[in-house]
Antibody, heavy 123, light 112 residues
Framework: QVQLQESGPGLVKPSQTLSLTCTVS??????????WSWIRQHPGKGLEWIGY???????YYNPSLKSRVTISVDTSKNQFSLKLNSVTAADTAVYYC???????????????WGQGTMVTVSS | DIVMTQIPLSSPVTLGQPASISCRSS???????????LSWLQQRPGQSPRLLIY???NRFSGVPDRFSGSGAGTDFTLKISRVEAEDVGVYYC?????????FGQGTRLEIK
């Protein structure tokens, strides 16, 4: 079965760039059947969708973060990545990668999630 | 963005008894294709969210049939027919009718 695993630094300094990678196992990003998202959860709070990428490289970002976010895909490694620049303490959160099918033609929900990785922004 | 509001924020329930969580959206979730993209997720303590229900009332693979979803337009409900100990956690509604997808603030289900 498909599994997702986030990886990356757990501590980032203010004003620097947060970089995370999600490795997909048990299935191929290139199958074209799914979209690959990043979602975050501030400590003790709810969930915020950051953006998604399709295997072709097309992306869609949450307008609230769009100016600071880049999501990329490496199909050869079956990975996709998140970069969030100019981070502040407000970006401290658990970051999840998640899978969804094609919005508005399938179940349109996040059916597989990674275990999440905590990222703290602090000097 | 569509705002999702859940009621209650905390729900103490007795094992074996039913539980109900409400979710209201700031605008109709009926898409132009006539589908309503409202889903429910469960987050057990220390775990990632898990999909329970999609498109209002469809149980995802492996989800026990004690979980059911209903509603239309802007008002939706998740029901658990008989709460079990493993149901403890936080439940979120989520809309994907309009981008960006947005989530409710979560309802904490706890055992009395």
């Amino acid at each position: 079965q498909v599994q997702l695993q986030e990886s990356g630094p757990g501590l980032v300094k203010p004003s620097q760039t947060l970089s995370l990678t999600c490795t997909v196992s048990g299935g191929s990003i290139s199958s074209g059947d799914y979209y690959w998202s990043w979602i975050r959860q501030h400590p003790g709070k709810g969930l915020e969708w950051i953006g998604y990428i399709y295997y072709s490289g097309s992306t869609y970002y949450n307008p609230s973060l769009k100016s600071r976010v880049t999501i990329s895909v490496d199909t050869s490694k079956n990975q996709f990545s998140l970069k969030l620049n100019s981070v502040t303490a407000a970006d401290t959160a658990v970051y999840y990668c998640a899978r969804s099918d094609d919005f508005w033609s399938g179940i349109s929900a996040f059916d597989i999630w990674g275990q999440g990785t905590m990222v703290t922004v602090s000097s | 963005d569509i705002v999702m509001t859940q009621i209650p924020l905390s729900s103490p329930v007795t094992l074996g008894q039913p539980a109900s969580i409400s979710c209201r959206s700031s605008q109709s979730l009926v898409h132009s294709d006539r589908n309503t993209y409202l889903s429910w997720l469960q987050q057990r303590p220390g775990q990632s969210p898990r999909l329970l229900i999609y498109k209002i009332s469809n149980r995802f693979s492996g989800v026990p049939d004690r979980f059911s979803g209903s509603g239309a337009g802007t008002d939706f409900t998740l029901k658990i027919s008989r709460v079990e100990a493993e149901d403890v956690g936080v439940y979120y509604c989520m809309q994907a009718t309009e981008f960006p997808p947005t989530f409710g603030q979560g309802t904490r289900l706890e055992i009395k």
